[in-house]
């Protein structure tokens, strides 16, 4: 059974930085995609960042630039480095990875942007 587990998420200044770790572990299964997504409360999941097998990449507009997507595929682990964080970043951040068309998700990690 696949699981993903989200680390790295916490409280930070606005203007910070902070990086999340996605793990996958309990399979060899290399995901097609790897994605963050976030729910802030009250509002909709969002898609923030994906990267394929291939580090093709895509952001939502809302962290072009100011936020990196990377993977190593060996150790089936992905990340997400936000940097200039801003208080409407504040959400619950969730690792997707999509295999064969099965969407697999992590419990997800807190991040606050507060002063």
């Known amino acids: 059974q696949v699981q993903l587990v989200e680390s790295g998420g916490g409280l930070v200044q606005p203007g910070g930085s902070l990086t999340l770790q996605c793990e996958a572990s309990?399979?060899?299964?290399?995901?097609?995609?790897m994605s963050w997504y976030r729910q802030a409360p009250g509002e909709q999941r969002e898609l923030v960042a994906t990267?394929?097998?291939?580090?093709?990449?895509y952001y939502t507009a809302s962290v072009q630039g100011r936020f990196t997507i990377s993977r190593v595929n060996a150790r089936n682990t992905a990340y997400l480095q936000m940097n200039n964080l801003k208080p409407e970043d504040t959400a619950v951040y969730l690792c997707?990875?999509?295999?064969?068309?099965?969407?697999?998700w992590g419990g997800g990690t807190q991040v606050t942007v507060s002063s």
């Open positions: 309990g399979s060899n299964v290399i995901f097609e995609t």
């Open positions: 997707h990875g999509l295999h064969f068309g099965n969407d697999f």
């Open positions: 990267i394929t097998t291939g580090s093709h990449t």
